[in-house]
């Protein structure tokens, strides 16, 4: 929205905006540090409005459905909500999570958000000083985990076959952050940026080096990432390396690595040596799986056709089939075209409901 209406201005008084995000028919959604400001257009029943919700909020979430979205507040005052499409949802609730951390003191000013993740229960800030991390059904609230680049030992990305692991190792614990394969190169990226930045260094192997522990001006000893690991486990008090910390990870990430000596003998076992000749008695033919089945008593049996014995009797088949496949697709798109007319219907029933209970 290139204009901002009169009247959203107005509430707006010269804040600083985040984001506006056209919701369609008019209305519109402008977020600033303080609040989220909602417009409402002119509507079936009243006149334009701008409805209010400050950011200095315990609790942030949202209820998503197939087209709109619920985005929720909750204060020493009370919970307050509003309704979205579902398309714009992620967007606005993005912009009003930076908002949130300022207005409740998570954030400093001086704080940059270099991105913002939010997958399924997992929502990831990540900025030029620290990472923020929370995990539960809402967006955010006071259940939120911090860890600071300045704290870190160690930090390394373990790739599974659904997921990917971040695992942050600091001197007190090794934490490990599961985040979607398809999204993971981002993350990985923003964190890797973020913490070269912060150690000023260009690459992972420089950041190891510089994250790794004092050896008293001694050149000679293991490598960065060894060190990053053991100086984790001996500066937590529990006396366990890196390697015994790895020993509990996820089985889906371990699952999803590189290889193991588990599927090298798989192989082997799948192949047979070009070196192997059979003995001089036995029939090569007879052991293929061409051969045909004998009975004690009898000849040779003849293969018979297992599909058509095990093919119930009075099952459809040929244009019968096809027939009947033709009449289930019409009547699916029936259904479809009826289901959208009724969606149709219900989100002007919603509206209107929405506008009555609101005074429009």
Known sequence: METLPELLSEAIAGATVLDTVDIGGGDAVAVTNEATHLYRSDGLLTDESVETFGHDAERLSVRSKRRKSEIGLETIDGA????????????????????????????????????????????????????????????????????????????????????????????????????????????????????????????????????????????????????????????????????????????EASAGGSGTDSDADADADGFVSPDWTPPADQDIAASGPERTTKTSDGPESAPTDDAAADRPAGRPTGPELEALSEQVEALSEQVERQTELLESQRELIDRLVDELRRGR
């Open 80 to 251: 307050t909500s509003f309704t979205v499409p579902s398309k714009v949802a992620d967007r606005i609730v993005e912009a009003m999570l930076g908002g949130v951390l300022r207005a409740t003191g998570v954030l400093a000013d001086d704080d940059e958000i270099l991105a913002r993740f939010r997958f399924s229960e997992l929502t990831l800030v990540v900025t030029d000083s620290y990472l923020l991390e929370h995990v539960g059904s809402a967006v955010w609230d006071a259940d939120f985990d911090t860890v600071e680049y300045a704290e870190l030992t160690g930090l390394d990305f373990e790739r599974g076959s659904v997921a990917t692991q971040v695992v942050i190792e600091t001197a007190t614990r090794r934490r490990r952050v599961k985040v979607p394969n398809d999204h993971a190169g981002r993350v990985r990226r923003q964190i890797q940026e973020a913490a070269f930045e912060f150690y000023g260094v260009s690459s992972i192997d420089a950041l190891r080096e510089a994250l790794a522990p004092d050896t008293d001006g001694e050149d000679a000893g293991p490598s960065p990432g060894a060190d990053a690991g053991a100086g984790a486990g001996a500066r937590s008090g529990t006396g366990s390396s890196a390697a015994d910390a790895g020993s509990t990870r996820d089985p």
